[in-house]
């Protein structure tokens, strides 16, 4: 545990940086709602799906959003030695931002990524996820694109309080979650640069599962003039295994 809260600790003085320098600063209170299926296609492979709204408070913009992917359970590539899970994926996000005062906006990102499990157990999961992803943007009626590459490591911990731990097949789960951005090529809007969210959720079978989100998000954008925000975040999820 001491080894996470100096990872934690170096991250944060790392993007401490990227507050430096901004001229101007707002803060947000934002609510996100998304759906999320998924099946497996084998034994290694599975699809997954998402499709979602983002709304905030001062009224600026509505987002919406469908994503899809595929991911590949490893036989233990890289760690051999210890009990874990291993993963490759990789998917696209689509996104149409619906801004009030001005032209609405349309990205597309590709993204590719690797994630671990460890430890890994039926109450305790701890997920490592490395990511980078291309973003694409555009706006309406305005002939202006970006083209931004970001990179993100996630650290994704759940605990599972069931009611009946030799089967646990629902009950209550608990958790946190901390993820970090940089932006190597840094798009028009929308950069985000660090994500701390605690989560409570409840499984009320192997099929379905609900979780709500409260948390902190800090984003930078580079449109006509530099700025960032401060965001509060709540958010509801709904997973689906067909």
Do not use: C
Request: charged share 20%; hydrophobic share 40%; no cysteine.
């Amino acid at each position: 545990m001491n080894r996470f809260k100096i990872l934690l600790s170096v991250l944060f003085i790392v993007h401490a940086g990227y507050s430096q320098g901004t001229l101007n600063s707002f803060k947000t209170n934002q609510i996100w709602f998304d759906l999320n299926v998924s099946t497996p296609l084998s034994e290694s492979i599975n699809f997954y799906a998402k499709i979602g709204a983002k709304t905030v408070s001062p009224k600026v913009w509505n987002k919406l959003y469908l994503s899809s992917e595929i991911s590949y359970n490893l036989q233990h590539l890289i760690f051999k030695n210890f009990e874990h899970k291993e993963t490759v994926y990789g998917g696209v996000d689509f996104y149409f931002i619906d801004f009030i005062d001005s032209e609405n906006a349309y990205e597309i990102s590709p993204y590719q990524g690797y994630s671990l499990y460890w430890p890994n157990n039926k109450k305790l999961t701890l997920k490592h996820n490395l990511e980078f992803a291309e973003r694409l943007q555009w706006i309406k009626n305005i002939d202006k694109y970006s083209f931004g590459i970001k990179a993100s490591y996630e650290l994704d911990l759940s605990y599972k309080i069931f009611r009946e731990p030799k089967q646990f097949v629902n009950g209550f789960y608990i958790g946190m979650s901390a993820k970090f951005w940089w932006n190597l090529i840094a798009a028009n809007i929308y950069n985000d640069i660090i994500r701390i969210t605690p989560k409570v959720g409840y499984q009320f079978s192997p099929k379905w599962k609900i979780s709500l989100f409260t948390g902190y998000n800090y984003t930078r954008n580079f449109s006509t003039t530099n700025f960032h925000s401060d965001n509060i975040i709540y958010r509801f999820r709904i997973y689906y295994n067909i």
